[in-house]
């Protein structure tokens, strides 16, 4: 895979093309200073990012479409240049409330299509436009939902010229079947993102993505920030892995560009969070030196089968109504039962806790 700071798309099986590293945006809204995320984009552009991930759910596609469209007017890049990556949010599952809530990111942007819009995650809340729903003694409002209906709502946008291509996130294989095999199937999802890093390589779960032309894309590729009220900060920090060092010392490069060079190299798309400008630029500088097969090997046998970033444990007395449904219940089966085979891996995620954004 030749790839450079100039030319790193890969392709996807719709055949339109991804750059394989991209800038995370997901701040804490109450935490992050307004513009923030606007000058990081536009530096991140001007660095050579041509990916951006966000979703609405951010509270910050405003900013993310202000930085877009004030690079368009300088002349630094153009409209196709530009990948945008948007997500379907658990509350508007529904298939009348799919497009609807497409049209708020594209409103909000000022864009006329998203490059991507991928389902954020395999279950759902009860719909609506609150993010987080809750009854009155704060347990989580959960929602059995028609995964098989959704994707054919998307299906429509995508012939509606709203967005290029379709994907999913947190899926694991069962779920990703789900729509592979959905009778009537129009277009399959190009992608599924995914926590993945040195220590959850994913490795069963990118072989089955392989074999069916989805490419993985990585988040929280260097192993998240270690805020313990969505990070299991009982693992040691990513970044400080003595191997991950030594072979950066070798490189002239830090453990952050050795863990994005080796997902990379796997063919899995990396986008990685920073709003700081000697990071965003450092993230980016890996396109200069390359790791050795058996330097790969090594990277690999750190791998621990257990996620950083906790996701919710949902719960349900019902189980899913039908092949295509996935109640909480549904999610909750699919966990770590076979750690190959789901997107958790060996570490069930903790209870009522709030589902991670992207790191």
């Known amino acids: 895979m030749d790839l450079t700071a100039a030319n790193h798309r890969i392709l996807l099986s719709d055949g339109n093309s991804i750059p394989i590293i991209g800038l995370g945006t997901y701040s804490e809204p109450k935490l992050t200073s307004k513009g923030s995320c606007k000058t990081s984009v536009k530096m991140a552009i001007d660095v050579g990012y041509r990916h951006i991930d966000g979703a609405y759910s951010y509270q910050n596609e405003n ?10 007017a300088e002349g630094r890049v153009k409209r196709e240049d530009i990948f945008y990556c948007g997500k379907l949010w658990a509350t508007h599952f529904e298939p009348e409330r799919v ?16 490059d991507l819009y991928i389902i954020e995650m395999p279950m759902a809340f009860k719909p609506g436009d609150e993010f987080y729903p809750k009854d009155e003694y704060g347990n989580w409002l959960y929602h059995n939902s028609n995964l098989c209906a959704t994707w054919e709502a998307l299906e429509a946008c995508k012939d509606a010229g709203l967005v290029k291509s379709l994907g999913v996130s947190n899926f694991n294989r069962r779920q990703l079947e789900l729509i592979l095999n959905k ?18 390589t994913q490795r069963k779960l990118l072989e089955f ?14 192993g998240t920030s270690r805020n313990p009220l969505w990070v299991n900060v009982s693992i040691p920090p990513l970044l400080k892995d003595e191997l991950l060092n030594s072979l950066g010392k070798k490189y002239n490069k830090t453990a952050a560009q050795v863990a994005l060079r080796f997902n990379i190299q796997r063919g899995i798309v990396v986008i990685p969070k920073s709003f700081e400008p000697t990071l965003i630029k450092e993230n980016f500088q890996i396109f200069d030196f390359s790791l050795t097969e058996e330097e790969m090997k090594s990277i690999e046998a750190l791998n621990k089968d257990v996620r950083l970033v906790d996701l919710l444990l949902v719960r349900s007395p019902n189980p899913p109504d039908g092949p295509c449904s996935v109640s909480d219940k549904g999610w909750r089966r699919n966990l770590p039962i076979d750690p190959a085979l789901s997107v958790t891996g060996g570490s069930a995620p903790t209870p009522n806790r709030r589902y991670p954004e992207r790191d």
């Open 209 to 222: 993505c392989q074999q069916h032309d989805i490419v993985i894309v990585a988040y929280s590729p260097l």
């Open 99 to 114: 497009r609807p809530y497409l049209e708020k990111t594209l409103k909000t942007l000022q864009l006329d299509y998203v």
């Open 183 to 200: 009778p009537g199937l129009k277009y399959k999802p190009v992608s599924n993102q995914v926590e993945c890093h040195p220590y959850f």
């Open 63 to 72: 900013e993310v479409g202000e930085a877009i469209r004030e690079k368009i």
